[in-house]
């Protein structure tokens, strides 16, 4: 039998809880910590100062509030003072951005990637960000660490990536290789695209209050980041997700991982464009384009939209079966086909899933948009300093 917390693991316990609440929430006043965290306000009043100290967070008076009395002072994280660097390796671009404590983006860089490209070759180009975005910042701030998002499945322990036939490599330390060329940024965490988008809308964004989310990122592939009960469902090695490859048509297309008829085969970005009279052409420009036409009247991207958005509803009525979700974000191209066949989606998969299975989803586009690869990526880094504020 564990014994019971001492009082100092109790301490750094509880400065984790604060910090945490005010990353996720923002400013937020000392009268709402202590209701919040069931916290008395001599422990909070001592918890702040503790934070403070540290350079986490400040606290000052809050504007007019209209109210007779002394106000509660109000702490905020240290946005501009302490950051994280947040890398996006995707299929046709690499993002890189340096986001503060509070989840706010303070820069960020972009640059095409092309298809095909090695793995390891993108880490010079991330780094150079990096360097670049280091430049504008002051001497007195502390960079917390590097997360990494990548649209492949990523072994949390090295940072090594497998699983990615959609972005051209097998098996690659690119943990180890940022690690090595960033020296001084910190460690490097790297987890997977979909993965990361899954628990930052959960923890900030559209998702918010649903302990068991779906969320499906698409691209030339598809991948899920799935949390249950509020905790990331990974699998051994950390590998699961993999939903472009559950079978839904046996005899369809014959699909890069060497099986016929993956999921993503029927509403991945090929098949789309296929549909649409416009093999060839790729990324997402290309699918933006069906899109559009599709909703100008376009009877060929009209048909394009309605293979695929049948294919998408019986995948997430599958889905729905197996893991029951509150809600399910659609990401990357998903989220252009989703806006505009919706309703079709929704009816396939009240076709396909069970009754209780289906009535209380939601389906919902990212509230972080495309920076929620980016804010998630950062929580990676963020995590260490949460944990325990002050040895993170």
Avoid: K
Avoid at 134 to 144: G, M, N, P, S, Y
Avoid at 226 to 251: D, F, K, L, S, T
Avoid at 274 to 283: F, N, P, S, V, Y
């Amino acid at each position: 039998m564990r014994a019971a917390p001492g009082p100092e693991e109790v301490r750094r316990h509880n400065l984790g809880s604060l910090l945490q609440y005010v990353h996720l929430h923002g400013a937020t006043s000392r009268a709402e910590l202590t209701s919040r965290l069931g916290l008395n306000r001599s422990t909070i009043g001592a918890l702040t100062a503790e934070l403070t100290t540290a350079g986490l967070v400040s606290e000052a008076a809050p504007r007019e509030t209209g109210r007779a009395g002394r106000p509660s002072l109000v702490v905020r994280p240290e946005s501009s003072r302490v950051h994280a660097y947040a890398l996006s390796i995707e299929v046709d671009r690499l993002r890189a951005a340096r986001v503060g404590l509070g989840g706010c983006i303070l820069d960020r860089r972009e640059t095409g990637r092309p298809r095909g490209m090695p793995l390891l070759d993108t880490v010079q180009p991330l780094a150079d960000f990096v360097h670049d975005m280091r430049r504008a910042v002051a001497d007195d701030a502390r960079t917390v660490g590097v997360g990494v998002a990548v649209v492949g499945r990523a072994r949390h322990a090295d940072g090594t990536v497998r699983l990615t036939s959609t972005i051209g490599s097998a098996e690659e330390p690119v943990g180890a290789a940022l690690g090595a060329v960033l020296g001084a940024a910190g460690r490097v965490t790297v987890g997977n695209h979909a993965d990361v988008s899954a628990l930052v809308e959960h923890s900030r964004g559209v998702a918010v209050g649903c302990d068991n989310v779906v969320y499906l990122h698409g691209d030339i592939g598809i991948g899920a980041g799935i949390i249950a009960g509020g905790r990331r469902v990974a699998g051994y090695g950390g590998y699961g997700g993999e939903v472009g490859h559950m079978v839904v048509n046996p005899y369809g297309r014959e699909c890069g991982c060497g099986s016929r008829g993956c999921w993503e085969t029927e509403i991945g970005e090929y098949a789309l464009l296929e549909h649409a009279g416009r093999a060839g052409e790729t990324g997402r420009e290309a699918v933006l384009g069906v899109v559009n036409g599709a909703m100008s009247g376009d009877r060929q991207a009209q048909f394009a939209v309605r293979q695929v958005g049948e294919w998408i509803g019986f995948g997430v009525g599958n889905l729905a079966n197996i893991f029951n979700p509150e809600a399910v974000i659609f990401g990357g191209t998903l989220r252009d086909v989703y806006l505009v066949a919706a309703a079709q989606i929704r009816s396939r998969m009240n076709a396909i899933a069970l009754p209780a299975a289906r009535e209380h989803i939601r389906m919902r586009t990212p509230g972080l948009g495309n920076d929620a690869a980016l804010i998630g990526a950062a929580e990676l880094a963020f995590a260490h300093l949460l944990d325990d504020p002050l040895l993170g």
